[in-house]
């Protein structure tokens, strides 16, 4: 058991650019969800996954967030067109049973 | 919008005091859970809660779950440097997807 790895660890990018996040899970846990966590808050959830499917959806993922689990295993975030308020901590969280098991998160600087 | 508010927000103690931080809800969850962060990495999961009136103790952390299950507290005995961190409670929803506090920033002074 390796634990859920995220990657890249940091990011850093201007204003308008698309940055894509990957969240390796741990494996055989069938489902995965990505929370956002701003400098002084709780983690904030985004969206969740059982297998490939995507069951819901926070109404914090804009139109310019998109979250995919192709096969079932890893998950990309993307945010296109970043703005400023979407510098945050990026956590993925993987579950097969009662716990959820976090990630290192992606801390993301947008310019 | 926390669902969850935790008090208090920072708490700064010596080694070997005490301390409690509390954690409130307006609504009902499945279950209640504890968790503790460290800069630069995920919440790491301490306890969960169930059954309203429940005690939990993990060596010298007592984790409380109030009758109605819509408050809870966390205890630390002696702490230690160790325990330094931000302590966050989260209600679990049937789908277990969690719903954060603002979380408690604890420091334990040598």
């Known amino acids: 058991d390796t634990g859920v790895s995220q990657n890249p660890r940091h990011k850093i990018t201007k204003r308008g650019q698309n940055v894509t996040f990957r969240c390796d899970p741990i494996s055989e846990h069938n489902r995965l969800y990505w929370y956002r966590q701003t400098l002084g808050q709780g983690p904030e959830f985004l969206t969740y996954?059982?297998?490939?499917?995507?069951?819901?959806k926070s109404r914090l993922l804009s139109d310019r967030f998109s979250a995919e689990r192709p096969k079932g295993s890893f998950s990309t975030l993307e945010i296109q067109r970043t703005e400023q308020g979407d510098s945050a901590m990026y956590l993925c969280?993987?579950?097969?049973?009662?716990?959820?098991?976090f990630g290192p998160g992606t801390r993301l600087t947008v310019l | 919008t926390q669902l969850l508010e935790q008090s208090p927000q920072f708490l700064s103690i010596q080694e070997g005091e005490n301390l409690t931080v509390y954690c409130n809800s307006s609504?009902?969850?499945?279950?209640l859970q504890w968790y503790r962060q460290e800069p630069g990495e995920g919440p790491v999961l301490l306890v969960t809660v169930v059954t309203g009136g429940e005690v939990k103790k993990l060596k010298r952390l007592t984790f409380q779950f109030g009758d109605a299950r819509k408050d809870s507290s966390l205890h630390i005995t002696a702490a230690q440097p160790g325990d330094t961190g931000l302590y966050l409670c989260a209600g679990r929803s049937n789908d277990y997807k969690l719903s954060f506090g603002a979380g408690t920033t604890v420091t334990v002074r040598a």
């Open positions: 609504s009902v969850f499945s279950s």
């Open positions: 996954f059982q297998n490939e499917a995507q069951l819901e």
């Open positions: 969280a993987s579950r097969l049973r009662d716990t959820q098991y």
